[in-house]
């Protein structure tokens, strides 16, 4: 008996393919999103994590903060706040801290003959490379005497040396840096490894690095930098580590507004929290769409009562009973948003996977969500399927029978 009202019910469905496609595309499109939104917010956090942990271990980020005006509120960004000599100063008073590297950085235009491009020029010193994980593949990094000279110097990321040197090698040769209508001559002693890093931390390989007492005295004609890269004597130690940055930072300015200070660790739950959030939110954005989707299958059963009532009344007058009827329309709607899920499990994976190869983030589907979305797609056909199979189960056979 169940296996012929099932039959009954998806011959109704194929009767009228056009009208039973239309009915399950809210579906369709709610579970295609879902499961793309969430797969696309996973492989994005998951490129993200692997770039920041591919950056150097425990780092701490000290950056400056900001000055406030009256009543409180932030005017502006500190910018003489934090001196070269404070790195060593640091490292000495926090016996977490295994060493302190000074940090300033420049947007401008880099130019090697008619070959030019926008660039990071990033002042720093030698311990940057372990810091970081960071090393050149040709030539050198900067050094001790760089530094003590202020030398001239410039080491290049491997985007800028493609675009820069498209066939030659570039070691010793000369560019200009643009900055501030002003341009720099460097000669180059060095080209980076290419790193893949993206997202929120900007991408290495665009950017060039030179001593960072070529940039304050010469380039940005300043005391000040902004800001410190640390690193943690190992992860179990790091937010002592940072604990005590806070306490040496306090005590030497004063105020601190003036700084901010992000373990590697805060770091990476701040940007897989925001991940999270923004996944949560338009998964729960595309949700609304299935049930747009059950809308469109309770508009749809209705109708088919409608135009099947004197079908459901000879049904009855041959001896179907209530739960007959009742049990063929809620498998109608059930195989609509059943089928419809299905298909949307399909969408979603081609369009999560297209999304993420444009991205050039990983790949990921995660099992949860399908089997959330899908059984999401069921709830919502037995939910709006529920109210016209029971007023379809309601027709007394006289009445339907004399319908017109």
Not at 117 to 122: D, P, R, W
Request: aromatic residues 8%; hydrophobic residues 45%.
């Amino acid at each position: 008996m169940i296996f012929e009202v099932f039959t009954i019910a998806l011959k109704s469905l194929q009767a009228n393919k056009l009208r039973t496609f239309l009915s399950m595309l809210g579906i369709i499109i709610g579970v295609g999103a879902v499961i793309a939104i969430v797969s696309i917010g996973t492989g994005a956090q998951k490129q993200v994590t692997s770039n920041i942990s591919s950056l150097g271990s425990n780092l701490i980020e000290i950056s400056q903060g900001f000055s406030r005006g009256r009543g409180g509120s932030v005017s502006s960004q500190s910018t003489d706040v934090f001196t070269l000599e404070m790195a060593d100063a640091i490292e000495a008073s926090c016996p977490d801290v295994k060493q302190v590297i000074p940090s300033a950085q420049s947007q401008g235009l880099l130019i090697k003959g008619e070959n030019n491009l926008q660039a990071s020029l990033i002042g720093t010193e030698a311990a940057y490379q372990e810091i970081n994980d960071y090393y050149p593949k040709q030539g050198k990094f900067i050094d001790q005497v760089d530094i003590e000279t202020a030398g001239n110097i410039i080491i290049l990321g491997s985007e800028l040396v493609e675009e820069l040197f498209p066939a030659a090698n570039p070691l010793g040769e000369r560019v200009n840096f643009n900055y501030q209508n002003h341009t720099f001559l460097f000669t180059v002693v060095g080209v980076m490894e290419e790193k893949s890093t993206g997202g929120p931390l900007g991408d290495l390989n665009d950017q060039a690095y030179i001593p960072i007492t070529t940039y304050l005295n010469k380039l940005a004609n300043t005391n000040y930098v902004s800001g410190f890269k640390a690193q943690a004597e190992s992860s179990q130690v790091a937010s002592k580590a940072v604990s005590q940055i806070e306490y040496f930072l306090t005590q030497r300015i004063g105020n601190q507004d003036e700084f901010r200070i992000m373990s590697q660790d805060q770091i990476l739950d701040t940007i897989t929290g925001v991940t999270k959030s923004l996944s949560l939110m338009l998964g729960g954005i595309a949700a609304i769409s299935l049930v747009v989707g059950g809308i469109g299958i309770m508009n749809i059963m209705l109708v088919s009562v409608t135009e099947r009532t004197r079908e459901i009344g000879i049904r009855k007058a041959l001896g179907a009973k209530k739960r007959d009827i009742l049990a063929q329309f809620m498998i109608e709607s059930l195989s609509l948003s059943g089928t419809g899920g299905v298909l949307g499990i399909g969408l979603g994976y081609g369009g999560g996977y297209i999304i993420s190869k444009v991205g050039g983030w990983p790949f990921v589907i995660s099992p949860l969500s399908v089997v959330i979305a899908f059984s999401f797609s069921l709830l919502i056909g037995l939910f709006f399927g529920i109210y016209p199979a029971l007023k379809a189960a309601k027709l007394e056979p006289v009445d339907a029978l004399s319908y017109e």
